[in-house]
């Protein structure tokens, strides 16, 4: 029986996403006969945590589904046991580090997912199927539109098998033997990015901005396009029926509330474990994408909202930071982004698998020489907040008083993406030894 992780990381309240999930998951056990492990890896505050416990004893047994609900220490438990299993000491200081990289104290959107990765090569799934916490499912005459549909559908599918299928197929030449290694939609509602308010009150800025996103000397057309595109999902678009295209999916037509994976991409390269930075779990879509591995683009569109606590003084700031670190995050990830897309397919072995040591080379590489370029977006950034004035100022003068912290960070975050990699593999071979107890 086909075996799948679908996972909800959440740091935050989100009983109702908990009771939404767990529907998807009983629909994909019972319309595809598929054995779904939901595992919620839950990083919220302790009441918080006790609510999503009670949430989780409540939900109704399901033929086919087993839900995972662990907390920081059950998963930290989980890391230890793996790490020793590599045959890194305990307690060294490379052990400390993998363990710090794989759970650290700060939001890390890449370090979530790569627990998840983890957790399902211990349940001896075959892929993960992620979503957010600040994320609800559209619905037709009452009925959810689960995502899982398409993905069970087609993901780890041979590509020329189900080329037919698919309402549109863009596959490049001579990758029909590959299998779909991606199948993702985007989110309608919300701006994915507390930027909506900052594109209202000056648009310039917002492009100044938004643009710092992009790789340097991209032709001003495209860049025009891809600022407009940003951020915005499939806008605010309801769902009118199936509509799929089997190609190499582009990073900026899905959405990391609303994508699965298949485990013979995550079982060899890791996400980046950056701190308090958004969008560097989108790191393998851009690899899939550049290696020209067949992906499933499909139009079951995530309804995306903002959650209370990005409203509150605190929310905001947090928020605005890590959209900063991201900003100065793709000095590094676009150099690397760069180069995979020169290498396309030389990026696969012959089996068509990712070569993880071409990548690591990649990051290691691009590691050291951008601190220059990032003071000068610092710089930029300070004057684009302060312009904005009223509560961007707080921004700027908290990211002032964090200079060279941040620009440190931005260089060490690559540093330490690389040497998760050296190590990913043994991880993720440690974690299909180690296994998960069921817990219901």
Known sequence: MRRVCLTLPTHRACTGTIE?????????????GAEIHLLVLDSSPAPVLA?????????PASPGVTVHHLDENEQRAFLREAIARTGVASGSASADRLLDLMLPSRVSYGACTNRAFLI???LGCTSVHRRDSDSRYQAVDGEPVF???????YLGQRADGIRKSAARSKLPPGSGGRRVAVAGGSFVGEMSVDVAEIRDLDPDTYRELVGLSLPEGSPEIWRNHLIDASFRGAGNGTFDGDHTTLAPISPMRVDMCNVALDHEVYRRVPLPPATD???????LLHLTHDAGLPGLQHNRHIVNFHT???RTDDGFLAYQVRFAKFLLSKTYLNAVYARTAAAGDALLDAEGH??????AGFVRDSADPHR?????????IDRAYRRLGGRYTAVADTLAGRRSRLLDEARDDMADFAHLMDHWEALTGASADAGLAVTR
Not at 20 to 32: H, K, L, Q, V, W
Not at 51 to 59: F, I, N, P, Q, Y
Not at 277 to 283: E, L, M, R, V
Request: charge should be negative; aromatic fraction near 8%.
């Open 20 to 32: 939404a999930i767990a529907e998807e998951a009983a629909y994909g056990a019972r319309e595809f």
């Open 51 to 59: 609510e999503h416990r009670k949430t989780v004893a409540a939900l």
């Open 120 to 122: 399902a090569e211990a």
């Open 147 to 153: 995502p899982l549909h398409q993905e069970l559908t």
């Open 277 to 283: 930075t958004i969008g560097t779990d989108y790191f």
């Open 308 to 310: 209370e606590e990005r």
């Open 354 to 359: 990712i070569k993880a040591s071409v990548v």
């Open 372 to 380: 220059a370029e990032n003071a000068r977006r610092l710089d930029l």
